[in-house]
Each structure stands twice: as C-alpha cells, then as structure tokens.
C-alpha cells in the first residue's frame, strides 16, 4: 500500500512540474514563437509641401505567437529627393529610425533622425510617425521638426515639415525560426 502511495506521488509530483514547467516557458515545446527576420530595399513615394521620392534598406523582426499576437519591429535607412520649384533648387536628405507595431491590426509607432540639404546649407532633426502596414505596403504620417527652423529663419531652405508616405518593401531575406 506504501508503495502505491509513494508511486501516486512520485507520479503526481512529474506530472504537475512537467506541466508548470511547459506551460510557464514561453519558449517550450507547446508554445514556441515564430520569429522572422525579413530585409530588403524599399521605395517609397512622400507627400508633403513637396513630393519626395524615397529609397532604402529596411530589416523587419516579427514575433508571432498565434495569429493575433505578434511583435514586429524594424529598423530602416533611406535617401530621398524633392525639389522646392519655388526657389528652384533640389533637396536631398537621409533618414535612420526604426518602427514597431504590437498586433497584426495595429498601428505602427516610430521615430526615425533626418538630415536635409539644398547643397548649401544642411538641416538636422528627428521625425516622430505613426502608420498601418499592410503585407509589404506601409503607409505612415508625421512631422519632421529640423533645426534651424524655417518658420523662425526664412534664409534656410523649406522642407517637407507634415507628411504622408508609403512605401513598398522588396523582401530579398527571409529566416523563419522557431514553430512551423
């Protein structure tokens, strides 16, 4: 009779660590996440003051535990150009930022540095956005605030301030790690 008392609890002991232990890692056989790593060029067309065209290099990270609940992040890099008819002279800038989204149907929140430059003079500033992205297709709207600023220092050259932009990504990499 103590031996089956002592098998029940030996058995009853396994099972209920076993099953804490499984269903507490998130990273355990039951509830593996599916990380994707996923790169590749972008275009993109801006819309502000002017119109700017836009190309560069992105690197999206997107965790997914089910089909509702996923993480994506990503980081980019990019050039554009426009061109201030008003003034006649081209404006050409570069953007690093990065932009997240916590669900499949959420916005996407981020913030990215720009530099500007007519040739003769360079701007500096950050860029808060906020966006959808739909498969490959994000589209994001924000404000760029560069110093000096045009509206006190009309001898600087004019630039996108309020923005809307979509960009298309070209997916060359993609890793899948975890469950299938």
């Given at each position: 009779m103590k031996k089956n008392n002592i098998k029940i609890v030996v058995v009853g002991f396994l099972c209920v660590f076993l099953s804490s232990t499984l269903f507490a890692n998130p990273d355990?056989?039951?509830?593996?996440?599916?990380?994707?790593?996923k790169s590749g060029p972008y275009f993109g067309l801006q819309s502000?003051?002017?119109?700017?065209?836009?190309?560069?290099w992105e690197l999206q990270r997107k965790t997914r535990e089910d089909l509702?609940?996923?993480?994506?992040t990503a980081v980019h890099h990019g050039f554009n150009a426009s061109y201030d008819f008003s003034r006649l002279n081209p404006i050409l800038g570069y953007d690093i930022g990065f932009w997240s989204r916590t669900g499949n149907f959420d916005l996407t929140y981020g913030l990215s540095a720009a530099v500007r430059t007519?040739?003769?003079?360079l701007r500096?500033?950050?860029?808060?956005?906020?966006?959808?992205?739909?498969?490959q297709l994000h589209v994001q709207t924000g404000m760029y605030v560069l110093a000096p600023f045009y509206a006190l220092d009309n001898t600087s050259f004019n630039s996108n301030t309020f923005f809307i932009s979509a960009r298309f990504l070209l997916v060359r990499n993609?890793?899948?790690k975890g469950a299938n």
């Open positions: 355990s056989l039951i509830y593996q996440k599916k990380r994707t790593l502000g003051r002017f119109y700017a065209l836009e190309y560069g509702v609940h996923s993480n994506t007519d040739l003769k003079q500096f500033g950050l860029c808060p956005s906020v966006g959808i992205k739909v498969w993609k890793k899948t």
